[in-house]
């Protein structure tokens, strides 16, 4: 009896898991992770005088990133709901409402995903946008096996944008992983750090957070 009692109790726990990230959406984020710590090392260690051979390594992981980054745009429009990350008046009403409330007063929760969350997604995205876009150009300047630098293909002061728009991109990509690393690792924000290693939330987690009719989810496990 005690052995059957444990097992129904495991099975309703599972049945209680509600899958927040796919597989292939976790694999693609601690890439796509990794690849931007790498690009921001190599980067920025230079700047401040730590001196190894980085170049090769800078550009070839900015291809990486670049293949990645397309993954996820045709992944978001043809197999996801891009439109769950746009921001919409009801968002910021919502948050508003929240910060104004009082401890205990019932607020109105937010769907799949918070205003904080989206800000942050569309934040970082246009950071590594551009500085994506402007890496591409500035492999212009490089030596590779695969084709040879043109210095010349821009006109100085033009180089000069595309090094400002880089730089810039590197310096808020550095900003927003260092904000997004620390809410991560807050006690009461853990549940969202699990869900990108396990995938799943409880249906209790995700109650207490999100609208659970705004954004129903699917069960861990399942497609």
């Given at each position: 009896m005690a052995v059957e009692a444990h097992v129904t109790e495991r099975s309703a726990e599972s049945a209680a898991r509600i899958q927040r990230h796919a597989g292939i959406d976790r694999l693609f984020h601690w890439v796509t992770?990794?690849?931007?710590?790498?690009?921001?090392?190599t980067g920025l260690l230079p700047v401040v005088g730590v001196e190894f051979s980085w170049v090769?390594?800078?550009w070839m992981t900015g291809l990486v990133l670049t293949l990645?980054?397309?993954f996820h745009l045709v992944r978001s429009l043809f197999w996801q709901r891009p439109k769950c990350m746009l921001i919409r008046p009801r968002d910021v009403s919502e948050a508003l409402q929240a910060a104004r409330a009082k401890p205990g007063e019932p607020v109105r929760l937010p769907g799949k995903y918070t205003l904080a969350q989206k800000l942050m997604h569309l934040a970082l995205g246009l950071a590594v946008v551009v500085a994506v876009v402007t890496g591409?150009?500035?492999l212009a300047k490089i030596d590779t096996p695969f084709w040879k630098r043109d210095p010349y293909l821009l006109a100085a002061g033009t180089w000069g944008v595309v090094?400002?728009?880089?730089?810039?991109?590197?310096?808020?990509?550095?900003?927003?992983?260092?904000?997004?690393?620390?809410?991560?690792?807050?006690?009461?924000k853990r549940?969202?750090?699990?869900?990108?290693?396990?995938?799943?939330?409880?249906?209790?987690?995700?109650?207490?957070?999100h609208d659970l009719e705004r954004w129903p989810g699917r069960r861990a496990g399942r497609s």
């Open positions: 992770a990794v690849a931007v710590l790498a690009l921001l090392a090769t390594i800078h990645l980054v397309l591409v150009i500035m090094y400002l728009l880089h730089g810039l991109a590197a310096l808020a990509t550095l900003t927003l992983v260092m904000i997004h690393i620390y809410f991560g690792l807050l006690p009461e549940v969202y750090l699990r869900a990108m290693t396990r995938g799943w939330v409880t249906r209790e987690e995700l109650g207490a957070y």
